[in-house]
């Protein structure tokens, strides 16, 4: 499937053009996703300013989990693709744990615990689009209230992010990771 909107090319505007540099390496193409926003200047800057990837309350494995498990719910196998294959290896994801992040009861996981409460939000937050009061007392007991904010925020910035990916029909980054194969989420469990 072609993408639905022609992405921009360069020479992008002086200030796409910085906001690319800042946020990409030098020797890779700017993504899909950036130069498809970038055709609208305005949209493009206050996405990459609502940006949720620096430091913040969270570390980054927590991050990475509910950004890995909204894409994965959203289906947007290109953002969740670009996030396993950018961070997955920092944040300490081995294949089997990158599985466990597609298996549909989270309880089914190898998971701790506290991260298994990470996948829940992201499913109640999906499905409800609020957390019941159940989860929020679990979750308020293992995270801090800035914690608990962020959380919530890098979910809802992800829904956004898949929303667009998936209205834009983006196909995954040639080097973006996959959704697994059900065969090796099941694969994961029996590990």
């Known amino acids: 499937m072609q993408p639905r909107i022609q992405p921009a090319q360069p020479p992008y505007p002086e200030d796409v053009a ?8 030098a020797e890779v193409e700017p993504l899909m996703l950036f130069r498809t926003l970038a055709v609208n200047p305005r949209v493009f800057g206050r996405v990459m300013a609502g940006g949720l990837l620096d430091r913040g309350s969270l570390t980054l494995r927590q991050r990475e989990l509910v950004i890995d498990r909204t894409t994965w719910r959203c289906g947007s196998e290109y953002e969740w693709g670009v996030h396993v294959a950018f961070f997955g290896g920092r944040a300490g994801f081995g294949d089997a744990e990158v599985a466990d992040i597609c298996r549909d009861d989270p309880e089914q996981t190898k998971f701790a615990p506290e991260e298994k ?14 957390v019941s ?5 679990e979750l308020a007991a293992v995270y801090d209230v800035a914690q608990l904010v962020e959380l919530v925020v890098v979910a809802g910035f992800y829904h956004l992010i898949s929303f667009a990916t ?3 029909a983006l196909a995954p980054e ?5 959704f697994p194969e059900p065969q090796a989420v099941a694969a994961a469990a029996a590990e």
Do not use: I, Q, Y
């Open 117 to 130: 409460l990470l996948l829940r939000l992201c499913d109640e937050l999906h499905e409800s689009a609020t």
């Open 18 to 25: 910085a906001w690319l540099a800042k946020v990409m390496p």
């Open 133 to 137: 009061e159940e989860l929020w007392k």
């Open 166 to 168: 998936n209205a834009f």
């Open 174 to 178: 040639p080097f973006g990771a996959r």
